[in-house]
Every structure is written in C-alpha cells, then in structure tokens.
C-alpha cells in the first residue's frame, strides 16, 4: 500500500505497521493491560447517531473555532504525543509544519523529540507545551519558564499520569528508551531494516524538552523509570491551583473525567481542560472522554472550554463531540500512524481528509457553522 491509497484512519494504521519496527507500531497502537478502554474509546461514538437537518442552504461552511483564546481554522487539533521521531525522523517537525498548514493548534510533549523553542520559532501557528508534574518543584518551574521564554501561550498539565500504565505490548517486546529489546524485539527490527538505516543517518535521538534537566542518556533512566520515579503521584489540587497563578495565562488539564474534577479546575482558575484518559493507555476500563462530555459540559460549559480526545477516527465522530459542547477535539493515533508511515507528508494528507470529512458532514446535516451543533443533532441509539 502506498500513501496515496490511504483513504482512512485504518488504511495508515496497516501502512504504519508494514513501515515500522514491531516494538514501535505496538507502542503507538497499544494500551494497558486488557485495553477494554482503548477499545471503549472509539465505540462510544457509536453510542448516538447524528440527525441531520435538511433544505438549510448549505452552499458555505465554516469549520473554525476559537478555544483557549487560539483562534483555529479546524476544529480538531494534534494533541501532545511523546517519542515522535521514533515513529518518523521529521518527528514533531512535520507535526507542526502539517497544523501550520491546515491553521490548527499542535501539541509538543515533555517527552518531545524536538524543542518545542526550536518550533515555535519557526511556527506561527498556536503551540501548547505539555507537561508532568514532577518531584522536584524546581524542576516544574524551570519547564514552565522555559516554555514562557520559548512564546508559548497555552500550558497543558497532564494529570491521569502521576505513574506509568501497564502497557503489556511494550512489556513483550521490551520497548523502553534507551532499548532494552527481548529476542522477540530485536528480530522486529531485523525485518523492517529502512527503519534501521532512517535512525541512524538522521540526527541523534533526544529529549530536548528533558535532556537540560534529567539525564536519560544510557542506563541512567528509562521512559519506564521516568514515570515511576520522577513524576509526583501526591500531586493535589493546591499544587496545580500555584502552577495555575505562576503561569498567569492560558492553562488546560489534561486527564479530567469527573463532574466534580472538572468544577475544581474552574474554580481554582483553568482555562482548559481535556477529558481524556491518555488513549487507553493509564487505567483500563475507565470510561471514555466522550461518555462524559454531556456531563461535563453542562456543569463547567460556561465557565471553562471543554476540550476532549481518544479514539477518534472520522470528521463524523468530531462533530457529535462538538453537538454535546466540547470547544475543540484532540487527535492522537489519528495523526501519528500517517506521521509513521510518511512524516509531514502523510499528516497533511490525513488532515486533508479530516477536513474534507467535516465539510461534506456538515453539508449533510444541514449546518453551516459548528456554532449551531447541539445536543438536537444527536440520538441515542439503542444497544
């Protein structure tokens, strides 16, 4: 299969496994334990079906939304991903490239690939830089004043990853970084060798957004030990309430599911938050962020932009989240397995078809902005 026969999100997803190294399509595809919630994530869309209005005059759309104070061309923006030049040698450069181009908002994860100053240099387009809250508070205030000196405008603090999930597919085949294959993982490499010859004639791997704080280099630390023994699992409401007053801008939780969490993080001065549970990949068997968006909504709606992610695939999906008030949707694998399978090139190509999606959805349903979406346009389906 070639770049130009990928006409959905499963058509990149096999291009991405026949390009990449078993250990690294797994990690990207993969969830914890039985991954009933990275399962969940998708069928919840399936839960409502949309009801169209028809004879509205549909001729002009308009597909932008303003979330965060960021004013975007598309509803959907490249949420933060960790390792991308693992999966691509552009990495979070074609990620950015390919948003500036569609007039959409990225993400560029503490555990980024580039620099996320080296980014918004080059970028105009709105950045967000997330990251974990870590033990060492001097830490977490030297990352938030490196994103401040880099221009970026909104913080994203992800908070359903105060310790690592059991991911079982990475366990197999011993995916960590540094390396740390089993058998199993290194012959995965041995068969996919243009991988091989892109790794190591492109620059060196690193964690620009880490490596002038931690030192991951060797055995010193793994992605494993990062998360069981950097990040901060007593995290409370009274530390993101002093991050939130430090930062003085715009700030987004990421990993907010309940009613009541999401009213906390109005109160104590969010601008954002994401309902999310890290794509499958945390607590197995949590619900969805779409599951509860109509709640969420409805408590904080007015006071805060509810933003959600997981498991999207279609423009058709986006839209019911934006019929029950989400401000704006989060893609995750969506963008990252056409970054896998032809860097900036197929991450234009899959928002191409995002886009396209949206406006021949709209039409359809007989909506001319993404304004006039309510919870009208939705149907419970039985079943």
């Known amino acids: 299969m070639r770049l130009k026969h990928c006409h959905n999100f499963h058509d990149f997803r096999h291009l991405a496994q026949r390009r990449l190294p078993g250990p690294i399509f797994n990690y990207i595809d993969g969830g914890a334990d039985d991954e009933v919630t990275l399962r969940r ?4 869309f399936d839960t409502v079906g949309l009801v169209p209005n028809v004879l509205t005059g549909v001729a002009d759309v308009d597909l932008s939304v303003r979330v965060m104070g960021q004013k975007l061309d598309l509803p959907v923006y490249l949420s933060p991903t960790a390792l991308q030049r693992l999966f691509h040698h552009q990495g979070e450069r074609a990620t950015a490239a390919a948003a500036e181009k569609f007039g959409t908002m990225f993400g560029v994860s503490s555990l980024g690939t580039v620099s996320m100053a080296e980014l918004a240099k080059k970028h105009a387009n709105p950045q967000v830089y997330q990251f974990y809250f870590h033990k060492d508070r001097g830490l977490n205030r030297a990352m938030m004043q490196a994103a401040k000196e880099a221009g970026i405008k909104v913080m994203m603090l992800t908070v359903d990853s105060i310790t690592g999930g059991n991911r079982e597919r990475d366990l197999r085949t011993g995916f960590s970084i540094p390396f740390r294959l089993t058998l199993n993982g290194l012959l995965q490499f041995a068969i996919k060798p243009m991988w091989g010859i892109n790794y190591v004639t492109h620059e060196k791997f690193s964690l620009p957004q880490l490596d002038a704080h931690i030192d991951m280099k ?8 990062y998360f069981t023994e950097m990040l901060d699992p007593s995290l409370n409401w009274k530390d993101v309430e002093a991050m939130v007053a430090e930062w003085g801008g715009e700030f987004c939780l990421k990993g907010i599911m ?7 993080a109005a109160a104590i001065g969010c601008t954002g938050i994401v309902l999310s549970n890290h794509g499958g990949r945390q607590l197995d068997g949590a619900c969805s962020g779409f599951d509860q968006l ?15 992610d997981g498991g999207v695939q279609r423009g058709s999906h986006v839209l019911k989240a934006l019929a029950l008030g989400a401000k704006a949707v989060g893609l995750g694998r969506y963008y990252l397995f056409p970054l896998a399978a032809a ?9 191409a078809q995002m886009k396209a999606e949206l406006t021949r959805d709209m039409r359809l349903m007989g909506v001319r902005s993404l304004a006039e979406l309510c919870p009208d346009h939705l149907s419970s389906v039985n079943g």
């Not at 109509?294 to 959600?308: E, S």
Request: hydrophobic fraction near 40%; charged fraction near 25%; glycine fraction near 14%.
């Open 258 to 264: 309940s009613k009541g969490d999401a009213e906390q």
């Open 343 to 351: 860097g900036q090139a197929g991450v234009e190509r899959a928002l």
């Open 294 to 308: 109509k709640t969420v909504v409805q408590a904080v709606g007015d006071r805060i932009d509810v933003m959600m």
């Open 218 to 225: 060797g055995d010193s630390l793994t992605i494993g030990r």
């Open 41 to 44: 994530n998708t069928a919840a």
